[in-house]
């Protein structure tokens, strides 16, 4: 359908999306948390075709996340633009469980988005998260964020409002609570927007969960008071189960260059009704009308997010495909790969050691939350096949590699080769984490002793992966029973057995690499190759 666009728009874990139109060209913003490098940032010409140009936090003078727990990290990024300068506002979230929160927020600047070029961080302060810029006409600037109230276990408390000064880098004045939200409650992800003559606030309400929503008011005072839309929430899957597009929510308006106006927002799409979303939260996207009451609604008449929606009056403009085998014959690593809270360097990640090979080496577990040896992708469709082949010797059982769908360090399964010296046998071997339960699911190791090479595949579908392996590039062997890839949800990871507080990523697909006897032992990869199905 030439004149409609199809959500999500960005598929797979890219939630939170902030969107910013300079001239003809589109940018979104989407949070990472624990991944780095940190805010993926995705570049259109139509609204329709996405294409990943890179990431704003790639550098650790940008962004230490080590020891971060997981889904904490980089939290609902803001990106702006105002007199030639693009601005993004991000927390570095430290601590979630408990009373307390740790949410120290920055503001990096950049002439050129695509350079991937920004500034040191301006630190902005802790008092909550989600926090955003706003470029008044006047020439002001005004920073919003949720404020923490660990009070009586009260934790949301409102929406704070402070003027930042470009000039001093810093805020200045005082700090006032503008906004208390509406009956939804869970109010958080502020945007302030003008126009004419109005304030118009887009808060998410509702949690992060099946009864998220976009919620607007508006005031011509930007301090307030704010009246909410008389048919708030402006965005919500809460009250219909059988959409395709759930958990609605966290929202950011735009208009074309042609005075269109859309909103992009995060969904989920469940396995099944209400079920487990295993490609986390997606960037959707609906076309906004301004009805002559001067408040927005969504253009198909309804509340509820729809899966087709119509596309502006721009030209179509698609990106070239990206291949889906990485063969690492460039310099550098495909834009789509990711590393776990720290950045992908040479001493542990090496294109140069052996040309047209990754040359990981082992460091620490899968558990770790500091330094792990591991570059993943994330999966953007229910059905993919992905595939790996490595060289590697090890001389211990505390040395293996291999391939790996993850969600977070207790939660993932993970074929690899490893070695047994008692037995003088190299072999493969799966290990599940469910719940941080691990256990092998293969009764009796594959025995690979003599081998030089081995292809791991992986075949995710849906709720459903099965392993397989290859000595000669060509035959495939299944690896083990059919294994349960719901586990790697925020549902489940959120809902069962450890009750984790903070649960907001998606499914990884990736290599690594582990040398828990601190030995440093190397795999060399040959390839990886992921391919949607």
């Given at each position: 359908?030439?004149?409609?666009?199809?959500?999500?728009?960005?598929?797979?874990?890219?939630?939170?999306?902030s969107?910013?139109?300079?001239?003809?060209?589109?940018?979104?913003?989407?949070?990472?948390?624990?991944?780095?490098?940190?805010?993926?940032?995705?570049?259109?010409?139509?609204?329709?075709?996405?294409?990943?140009?890179?990431?704003?936090?790639?550098?650790?003078?940008?962004?230490?996340?080590?020891?971060?727990?997981?889904?904490?990290?980089?939290?609902?990024p803001?990106?702006?633009?105002?007199?030639?300068?693009?601005?993004?506002?991000?927390?570095?979230?430290?601590?979630?469980?408990?009373?307390?929160?740790?949410?120290?927020?920055?503001?990096?600047?950049?002439?050129?988005?695509?350079?991937?070029?920004?500034?040191?961080?301006?630190?902005?302060?802790?008092?909550g998260?989600?926090?955003?810029?706003?470029?008044?006409?006047?020439g002001?600037?005004?920073?919003?964020?949720?404020?923490?109230?660990?009070?009586g276990?009260?934790?949301?408390?409102?929406?704070?409002?402070?003027?930042?000064?470009?000039?001093?880098?810093?805020?200045?004045?005082?700090?006032?609570?503008?906004?208390?939200?509406?009956e939804?409650?869970?109010?958080?992800?502020?945007?302030?927007?003008?126009?004419?003559?109005?304030?118009?606030?887009?808060?998410?309400?509702?949690?992060?969960?099946?009864?998220?929503?976009?919620?607007?008011?508006?005031?011509?005072?930007?301090?307030?008071?704010?009246?909410?839309?008389?048919?708030?929430?402006?965005?919500?899957?809460?009250?219909?189960?059988?959409?395709?597009?759930?958990?609605?929510?966290?929202?950011?308006?735009?208009?074309?260059?042609?005075?269109?106006?859309?909103?992009?927002?995060l969904?989920?799409?469940?396995?099944?009704?209400?079920?487990?979303?295993?490609?986390?939260?997606?960037?959707?996207?609906?076309?906004?009308i301004?009805?002559?009451?001067?408040?927005?609604?969504?253009?198909?008449?309804?509340?509820?997010?729809?899966?087709?929606?119509?596309?502006?009056?721009?030209?179509?403009?698609?990106?070239?495909?990206?291949?889906?085998?990485?063969?690492?014959?460039?310099?550098?690593?495909?834009?789509?790969?990711?590393?776990?809270?720290?950045?992908?360097?040479d001493?542990?990640?090496s294109?140069?050691?052996?040309?047209?090979?990754?040359?990981?080496?082992?460091?620490?577990?899968?558990?770790?939350?500091?330094?792990?040896?591991?570059?993943?992708?994330?999966?953007?469709?229910?059905?993919?096949?992905?595939?790996?082949?490595?060289?590697?010797?090890?001389?211990?059982f505390?040395?293996?590699?291999?391939?790996?769908?993850?969600?977070?360090?207790?939660?993932?399964?993970?074929?690899?080769?490893?070695?047994?010296?008692?037995?003088?046998?190299?072999?493969?071997?799966?290990?599940?984490?469910?719940?941080?339960?691990?256990?092998?699911?293969?009764?009796?190791?594959?025995?690979?002793?003599?081998?030089?090479?081995?292809?791991?595949?992986?075949?995710?579908?849906?709720?459903?992966?099965?392993?397989?392996?290859?000595?000669?590039?060509?035959?495939?062997?299944?690896?083990?029973?059919?294994?349960?890839?719901?586990?790697?949800?925020?549902?489940?990871?959120?809902?069962?057995?450890?009750?984790?507080?903070?649960?907001?990523?998606?499914?990884?697909?990736?290599?690594?690499?582990?040398?828990?006897?601190?030995?440093?032992?190397?795999?060399?990869?040959?390839?990886?190759?992921?391919?949607?199905?």
């Amino acid at each position: 359908m030439k004149d409609k666009i199809k959500n999500p728009i960005i598929p797979g874990f890219n939630p939170d999306p902030s969107i910013v139109r300079v001239g003809n060209d589109y940018y979104i913003a989407t949070s990472t948390f624990e991944w780095f490098p940190g805010v993926q940032i995705h570049h259109s010409k139509d609204l329709r075709n996405w294409h990943l140009i890179g990431h704003a936090l790639h550098e650790r003078r940008l962004l230490d996340m080590k020891g971060a727990p997981g889904s904490c990290g980089v939290w609902a990024p803001c990106l702006t633009y105002s007199e030639g300068i693009f601005y993004l506002v991000y927390s570095n979230v430290k601590t979630f469980d408990g009373v307390w929160k740790d949410t120290p927020t920055y503001l990096v600047t950049t002439n050129n988005v695509e350079s991937g070029e920004w500034s040191g961080p301006v630190f902005l302060g802790s008092r909550g998260f989600d926090g955003s810029l706003f470029h008044d006409d006047n020439g002001r600037k005004w920073f919003t964020s949720l404020l923490v109230d660990h009070r009586g276990g009260k934790f949301f408390g409102g929406i704070i409002l402070q003027e930042y000064s470009h000039e001093k880098k810093q805020l200045v004045g005082a700090m006032k609570n503008i906004f208390a939200g509406s009956e939804l409650g869970v109010t958080e992800g502020p945007h302030i927007y003008k126009l004419n003559g109005y304030y118009y606030l887009v808060t998410a309400e509702g949690g992060t969960e099946y009864g998220h929503a976009v919620s607007i008011a508006r005031s011509k005072n930007i301090e307030g008071p704010y009246e909410i839309h008389p048919g708030n929430p402006l965005v919500s899957a809460r009250d219909n189960p059988g959409l395709e597009i759930q958990k609605s929510g966290h929202g950011d308006l735009v208009e074309t260059q042609h005075g269109e106006w859309y909103l992009v927002h995060l969904g989920g799409r469940p396995l099944t009704k209400l079920g487990r979303c295993t490609l986390g939260r997606e960037t959707c996207i609906q076309k906004i009308i301004w009805e002559k009451d001067g408040w927005p609604y969504l253009e198909h008449g309804s509340n509820e997010p729809q899966e087709y929606i119509n596309a502006p009056n721009l030209p179509a403009f698609e990106f070239p495909d990206t291949p889906p085998k990485d063969d690492f014959e460039n310099k550098k690593l495909d834009v789509n790969f990711s590393s776990l809270r720290v950045p992908i360097t040479d001493d542990w990640a090496s294109l140069k050691e052996r040309p047209g090979f990754l040359r990981l080496y082992g460091r620490e577990s899968l558990c770790s939350v500091h330094e792990q040896s591991l570059v993943a992708r994330r999966v953007q469709a229910f059905h993919v096949e992905v595939s790996t082949c490595l060289e590697f010797e090890p001389e211990n059982f505390q040395q293996m590699a291999g391939l790996v769908f993850y969600y977070n360090t207790m939660h993932m399964h993970y074929a690899h080769v490893s070695y047994n010296g008692e037995a003088d046998m190299k072999y493969i071997q799966i290990i599940s984490a469910d719940n941080g339960n691990f256990s092998e699911p293969l009764e009796q190791p594959v025995d690979i002793t003599g081998q030089s090479k081995v292809c791991l595949k992986g075949v995710m579908n849906r709720e459903s992966l099965q392993f397989y392996y290859s000595l000669n590039e060509g035959k495939w062997e299944k690896l083990g029973p059919v294994l349960d890839a719901s586990i790697l949800s925020d549902d489940y990871v959120r809902d069962n057995g450890l009750h984790y507080r903070a649960a907001f990523t998606g499914a990884f697909a990736g290599i690594c690499c582990q040398d828990l006897s601190g030995l440093k032992k190397y795999a060399d990869f040959d390839w990886f190759e992921y391919v949607e199905l």
